[in-house]
């Protein structure tokens, strides 16, 4: 056939000048093993069959690490007799990690005592509210401010152990937010009993267990958390809305086991003013990602409310009375306004991980 070229002319032996012998088949050889001896490469080549070269395999490659850049933000007030303590111990965790960027940001909520000194003296970069705003405050400006791609954040008290790190950014390979999960546990009966309540609310409200709602140890994504810098109130609310906002995102969340320790001092956070605050948040939350957790139920009582009317004025009374209608109204209505919602929260979910699919 034409276009093909010339064809190179024939050697004595029956091949190709120019180019690589053929065996029976049509396929090329090989270049031949040069440590084998005279007589195997004779013995081989009476046989018809020359060696192969095999290349060498690859060497494995490791994966890469997830966090490279981290960005450690410290929230404290008034946390004197705990803070250097905590930073130090941050320093002799984090360094033999060899992270490629490390960077630890206390941000100083109004303290009156010398929080904001130690900080400085220990190396860290220091943001200061002149008045007390609030830990979820607090959390958000480091969150602005924060250089990494991944962000660790840890109260200023002592408590969340840093020895726990190394596992929580193991974990961070295949989760989207890492949380220090305390179990209900190491804090004052009532407050562990209080946290148990929240984390089953928001286990039905998400459709997924949660073992800690409420910890402040977590491990997250920069670019998923400045997304919810918009939803993040200025209390000690701010992990009950991270944490249900991922998991209703759909990002991947993971629950590594800590033993939480004593502190020194007293705690900023206030069981019935901050524990009612939770539960708002919590239905808050619901009815912002997930509204027919919330109006679904509330159909279905108060439609059983008017069937079970019906029933008993129609037994007592032989008719159908202006409750029983009432009641049955207002159950569609909140059936009506949950797919309303529903649909809403659906597009807003397009904010939260649109360009961006969970791992």
Excluded: C
């Excluded at 840093?162 to 407050?191: C, F, K, N, T």
């Excluded at 001092?265 to 009815?287: C, M, N, P, Q, Y």
């Amino acid at each position: 056939m034409h276009g093909l070229g010339r064809r190179a002319p024939r050697a004595p032996n029956g091949s190709r000048r120019g180019g690589p012998a053929a065996d029976s088949n049509g396929m090329s050889k090989s270049v031949v093993d040069r440590s084998l001896t005279g007589d195997a490469l004779a013995r081989l080549m009476g046989s018809g069959d020359l060696p192969r070269r095999v290349p060498p395999a690859p060497a494995p490659v490791p994966p890469a690490q997830s966090v490279q850049r981290l960005s450690v933000v410290v929230p404290a007030r008034d946390e004197a007799a705990n803070l250097g303590a905590l930073l130090q111990e941050l320093h002799l965790v984090l360094a033999p990690l060899a992270l490629p960027f490390v960077e630890v940001v206390v941000v100083d909520d109004g303290s009156q005592d010398a929080t904001a000194a130690i900080a400085l003296a220990a190396g860290a970069r220091v943001l200061r509210h002149e008045q007390g705003l609030g830990n979820g405050a607090a959390v958000k400006r480091g969150i602005r401010a924060a250089l990494g791609d991944w962000i660790l954040l840890l109260d200023g008290d002592g408590q969340h152990p840093p020895d726990a790190i190394p596992a929580m950014l193991a974990l961070a390979e295949r989760a989207d937010l890492v949380v220090g999960s305390r179990g209900g546990r190491g804090g004052q009966p009532h407050r562990n009993f209080a946290n148990r309540v929240y984390s089953a609310l928001a286990s039905y409200v998400i459709g997924r267990h949660i073992p800690d709602l409420t910890s402040g140890f977590r491990l997250l994504r920069a670019d998923v958390a400045r997304d919810l810098l918009y939803l993040l109130p200025n209390t000690f609310s701010y992990p009950t809305t991270i944490t249900m906002s991922m998991m209703r995102a759909g990002h991947q969340v993971a629950f590594h086991p800590i033993e939480v320790r004593q502190r020194r001092g007293k705690s900023h956070v206030r069981l019935l003013a901050d524990g009612s605050r939770f539960v708002l948040i919590i239905l808050r939350v619901a009815t912002f990602f997930a509204p027919l957790r919330v109006f679904l139920p509330l159909s279905l009582l108060v439609a059983l409310a008017g069937l079970g009317w019906y029933a008993y004025t129609f037994v007592t009374e032989g008719r159908f009375t202006n409750m029983a209608v009432l009641l049955l109204g207002q159950a569609a209505m909140l059936f009506a306004l949950g797919l309303i919602s529903e649909q809403i929260a659906a597009l807003r979910f397009q904010r939260l991980g649109a360009g961006d699919e969970p791992r």
